[in-house]
């Protein structure tokens, strides 16, 4: 086991560049299943999960070679079966099922289960493949999916889901027919994964509004695309600079994707200025506070709750902060509190009341982004911050203490000793 030390109260500066999206890759590899053709993809970040998912390709026959680019040969699907023991370590494995379905007949996915976040049941995916004509069957803890050929339908999302969106997208692709999707979500990564499957040959319309139209084709041919940079990357990067007091260049980053944290930045006094390599992020002498509720894109994003919380923490005033995507994505709040903040917790409401400075501790990552959220506070903080299972951070940043060492933050990774 590791865990990341940082030895915070160190201003940041120099310039840092984004990765590729983890949500928007995961679902452009798992597209590659719905062709026989090699796809060739650029801008793959290195994480945990783009290993998971390379593996779960590996349990279904699919070979994969990484270099600058990856290139993945889907030639054949020899095995349909998704394990229990790689889909609990990564929900985004029912990414899967759609493809998978499409394109032999038939899937086997464990059923992901709950976690650190909420229950995140998957009856909206398992409704529309239905609607398409799938046959399905809860057995032992797996999905077991059948249906001879998917055939296009309208699905309207009782809500919105963003890998049920793409899981259906998938299945599209391949279906007999046209597939309408309404109430689907719009996130820039549902854009990104529809340019992937055009760059196949498939029709689709209206990715990026809510309502989706998706032409089935018989084959698809290989896939060519560029993954777009990491939006929730860009903008846990932009909440270290407010934090830290600190003044740097984020390079390669898109800030169309993230217009609501950008409102919200503003409001509490960052300043974001374009520049040549990209985007200067300067925070102020002192952060204002504000109230923020999330909300499915182009609302606030709920994966930049837990890092805007810690930015609140040392805003001169008392903040309301509403979860309203996941029941229980306020894991960080107790974390936050042994370092000194102030948040109570209501429901899906935190109360958070800014304090002049939090101090360091050792404390316990819950998930990715809560992870992501105690390495900010840990760079704010006075003294020594020890985050414990960091594999959560592993999951979704790529190389993140090495980008931060890069700007100057005295930060490290360790191994636990027992
Ligand atoms: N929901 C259902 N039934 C379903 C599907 C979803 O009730 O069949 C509910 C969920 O329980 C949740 C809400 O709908 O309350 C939204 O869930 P959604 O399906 O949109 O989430 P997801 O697709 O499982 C993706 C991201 C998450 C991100 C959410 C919300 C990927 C691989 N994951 O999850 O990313 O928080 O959308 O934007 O794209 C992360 O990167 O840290 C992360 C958790």
Redesign the pocket.
Known sequence: MQKIVIEGGHKLKGEVKISGA??AA??CLFASLLTDQVCEFRNIPRLRDINTTLQLLAEFGVSHQVGRRMSINPVSVKHVRASYELVKTM??SV?ALGPLLARTGRAEVSLPGGCA??????????EALKKMGASIEIKEGYVLAKAKKLHGAKINFD??????T?NIMMAAALANGETVLENA?R?P?IVDLANCLRSAGVEIEGDGSATIHIQGRKNLGGITHEIIPDR?EMGTFMIAAAMTGSDFVISGGRMDHIEALVGKLDEVGVELIEVEKGIRVKAPKAIRYTDMSTA??PGF???FQAQFMALMTLASGSSVIVEN???NRFMHVAELNRMGANIKVEGNSAFVTGVKKLSGAPVMAS???ASAALVLAGLAADGITEIHRIYHLDR?YDRIEHKLRKLGARIKRTKVKF
């Open positions: 983890k949500n995961l679902p929900r985004a990414l976040i909420g229950a995140r049941p998957i009856n909206l995916h398992l809500d919105v889901t963003v890998t049920g793409e979500a996130e990564e929730i499915p894109y994003a709920t994966d995507i996941f029941e998930d990715l982004r979704g």
